[in-house]
């Protein structure tokens, strides 16, 4: 069962504001990390969903909508260098980058399995 268009927008459009909210919170508010790579792991399930959720409330804009959620990791980078409580990692965009090729690719296998 798929969602409708104006329900993929919707919780694409609450997934990005709260990555957001908790990609710029003082970590001291965050839980701990258990292992250094769990952090990749949040970032490229995190850009999944959003991914995901992109792309299936905006099917017809596919390449903006992964082209933008790519932007927007980098700028989620740059905007904790400047908060003085969190660091940019550029690892972390790789993780973006992962979690957006793998809800793409997840997405049209699925679209394949289909026809």
Not at 17 to 45: C, S
Request: with cysteine; net charge positive.
């Amino acid at each position: 069962m798929t969602p409708t268009p104006a329900l993929s927008r919707t919780l694409f459009w609450l997934c990005c504001a709260g990555f957001t909210v908790l990609a710029l919170v003082p970590t001291p508010y965050l839980p701990p990390n258990v292992f250094n790579w769990w952090d990749k792991a949040e970032h490229a399930l995190a850009f999944a969903a959003m991914g995901g959720l992109g792309l299936l409330a905006y099917p017809r804009r596919w390449p903006r909508v992964l082209l933008g959620l790519l932007a927007f990791g980098a700028v989620i980078e740059l905007a904790q260098a400047g908060t003085g409580w969190r660091s940019a990692e550029w690892g972390d965009w790789l993780g973006d980058a992962v979690g957006l090729a793998a809800a793409w690719l997840v997405l049209r296998m699925w679209a394949a399995a289909k026809h």
